[in-house]
């Protein structure tokens, strides 16, 4: 993984230094107040942005676990259907790309986001026998790759705007907005629970709100962008008006590109390692919660309270740690913080089967994937071209992400049918997350080199 760096980087090695010096210790407020003026208003407006974004997502997401949870025995089929929508996606992305530049692949991505999700809603609301489970089934892969697209293009712009070295010091303040976005569209989702029916309307009218939240995200697109540009200095003049210049590239250039990279190539089998014990975990989970309650709208509730306790912890490490860890520890260890704790929590959840043991597990480890680990990986893409920071991070945060899914469960559907027993499942899943926490220390190493690199530039 020992690639040459693509593209000469942000040349403010120490950017802090403007701001006095900073050092990755303390509160956050301190941090937050160590850091200069201008990135203060700059992490604000793309918190706000994260928190719409992440929001609008949340919101949806409950209603989604609870089609998920009523058949699981249909998980297999669904993960596949998410990974041929983002198969569709992909190439439709890369049309964008050779004609737009980022000011208008942004907004057109997320209004497309938008128009689908009130169509959704509208279907949701007014199908039933079959039409309605074939309708709650395409739901349930629509918002499987809604997540992921529109998460990824928002990392994509915020590591073309800051650049390395900018990038490691205000991502986990940018993230703090998304984190609180979660909490917001959990509460709201759970809260709809008790509310919409006494408006005699079901909980698909939350995709509304969630594509008003969109909209909003494509207004303060224009906000981001500029802020960012008055944080470059004399010595990185913005030259070209990169945010109208096309990306560039083949239809297809960002499959060649990973598959070209080792570097990409690591950073896609990190992505499918952890995909495979999330989903492996979820339809463990699944099966849990359908035995647990009896109907769609108590599932529902139980997994919004689940994401409320996911995002305040992700919040304490955002506040707390991701930061310093990123800086002072390294990006490889960050990464390596899920496959350790899915390992350890997998033997915990052999022994102890139950709902309770599920929740802490999956709040655990999704707390310690959105507060540390998901920052770090995106951090990765910063040493990249324009291009990869755009094509090839879809096709890993998509098609590596979904492909992952369909590959677990196929693949304990397969092992089932050998014979194969539950507890060499777990123990073989054990033994590839260790795999996972080695390569996370691998692409951390290569990161920093590249890192770098591209400051003796």
Same mark, same amino acid.
């Given at each position: 993984?020992? #690639? ?36 203060? $208003? ?117 590591? #073309?705007?800051?650049? $390395? ?61 500029? *802020? ?5 200095? #004399? ?22 590109? %990973? ?12 992505? %499918? ?5 999330? @989903? ?68 915990? *959840?052999?022994?102890?089967? @139950? ?30 071209? $324009? ?67 591209? $400051?003796?530039?």
């Amino acid at each position: 993984m020992s #690639d040459p760096p693509t593209g000469k980087e942000d040349p403010n090695v120490d950017p802090g230094s403007q701001a006095g010096g900073t050092e990755s210790t303390g509160s956050f407020f301190q941090q937050f107040a160590e850091i200069g003026p201008e990135e203060r $208003r700059f992490c604000l407006v793309a918190g706000l942005f994260f928190f719409l974004l992440l929001g609008s997502y949340y919101m949806m997401r409950p209603l989604r676990d609870a089609y998920g949870a009523e058949r699981p025995e249909d998980l297999k089929k669904l993960f596949l259907g998410t990974l041929a929508l983002t198969l569709v996606v992909q190439p439709l992305f890369g049309m964008l790309c050779r004609k737009y530049g980022r000011r208008r692949i942004l907004p057109a991505s997320y209004r497309f986001l938008a128009i689908l999700t009130v169509a959704f809603g509208i279907a949701l609301a007014n199908f039933d026998g079959k039409v309605l489970r074939y309708t709650q089934n395409s739901y349930f892969c629509w918002v499987a790759t809604y997540s992921i697209i529109g998460v990824s293009l928002f990392w994509g712009l915020l590591g #073309d705007l800051l650049g $390395r070295a900018r990038s490691l010091r205000l991502f986990g303040f940018v993230a703090v907005g998304g984190t609180l976005g979660a909490i917001f569209g959990a509460f709201i989702a759970g809260f709809a629970q008790e509310l919409l029916p006494a408006l005699h309307v079901g909980p698909a009218a939350l995709t509304v709100v969630a594509a008003v939240l969109l909209e909003a995200c494509v207004w303060l697109a224009g906000p981001v962008e500029r *802020l960012a540009t008055a944080l470059r200095t #004399d010595e990185d003049p913005p030259g070209e008006d990169e945010a109208l210049t096309p990306i560039g590239g083949g239809i297809l250039s960002g499959f060649s590109r %990973v598959v070209s990279s080792p570097y990409l190539l690591g950073l896609a089998a990190y992505v %499918v390692i952890y995909v495979f014990g999330s @989903t492996l975990l979820y339809e463990f989970g699944a099966e849990i919660t359908r035995d647990a309650f009896e109907s769609t709208g108590t599932r529902s509730a139980f997994f919004a309270k689940v994401d409320l306790a996911v995002n305040g912890l992700t919040l304490v490490l955002q506040l707390f740690a991701v930061r310093w860890m990123m800086e002072k520890v390294g990006v490889g260890v960050a990464l390596a913080a899920v496959p350790v704790i899915t390992a350890a929590g997998l033997a915990i *959840l052999a022994v102890e089967p @139950t709902l309770f043991a599920l929740a802490v597990l999956q709040v655990l480890r999704r707390g310690s994937e959105y507060g540390l680990s998901k920052p770090a990986r995106d951090a990765l893409f910063t040493v990249l071209s $324009r291009e990869d920071k755009y094509k090839s991070k879809l096709v890993v945060d998509t098609v590596a992400y979904r492909g992952g899914d369909a590959a677990a469960l196929w693949s304990k559907h397969g092992l089932a049918k050998l014979g194969v027993g539950g507890g060499a499942a777990a123990w073989g899943l054990v033994a590839l997350t260790v795999m996972g926490a080695v390569l996370a220390l691998v692409l951390g190493r290569s990161f920093q080199r590249r890192s770098e690199a591209g $400051r003796s530039q």
